[in-house]
């Protein structure tokens, strides 16, 4: 059994419910009479957009991706693979991808790439975290919940080698 590191509160679950509502009302703004696409990145994102979803006010389809970076450790392998692409086409719809952070930017631009070349009608990024000092590819976030600190997260989706991921706050892991 792995030792348990330590966990110090970034964002509780109020401020979490907080920017989902505050992202919800971007969206119900921007999305009126659009019938779009959300596509969640697996696993990270799941509980973000359970959250949003149930917030927004138009008709909406989901699907996944599930992309990996990362192996058992905390930094990010550099090689982006799609574990499960998407079941449904996306060309000419409206596409939003929610993710749960956007840190180096490299699985997101390739994400981003990928569903490009499927032709849809608009791609925008909703995005709760960022960390935007890791950043080596440039991402354009259209929606942004929280800019957090070059230190590793966990918490509500976000995991640190599966673990962790059902905490209802977002917490900075410590070794």
């Not at 509780?12 to 696409?37: C, F, M, W």
């Not at 994400?111 to 990024?125: C, E, F, N, V």
């Not at 590793?152 to 977002?170: A, K, Q």
Request: a positive charge.
């Amino acid at each position: 059994m792995k030792p348990q590191p330590k966990l110090n509160l970034l964002y509780s679950r109020q401020q979490i419910a907080e920017t989902v509502d505050r992202l919800a009302a971007e969206l119900n703004r921007d999305y009126p009479g659009k019938h779009p696409v959300l596509i969640g990145v697996l696993k990270g994102s799941f509980m973000f957009l359970a959250d949003l979803i149930r917030l927004l006010d138009f008709t909406l389809e989901v699907d996944f991706v599930r992309l990996s970076s990362y192996g058992a450790g905390q930094k990010s392998s550099g090689k982006i693979r799609v574990v499960a692409d998407l079941q449904r086409s996306v060309k000419d719809r409206d596409v939003l991808v929610v993710e749960d952070i956007v840190d180096t930017g490299l699985t997101t631009g390739f994400l981003l790439a990928h569903l490009r070349k499927q032709k849809p009608s608009s791609l925008k990024l909703c995005t709760l975290t960022e960390k935007p000092s890791r950043r080596k590819t440039p991402v354009a976030i259209d929606y942004l919940g929280f800019t957090v600190p070059d230190k590793f997260i966990v918490g509500y989706g976000l995991d640190w080698d599966e673990r962790f991921r059902n905490l209802p706050g977002i917490y900075v892991l410590e070794e």
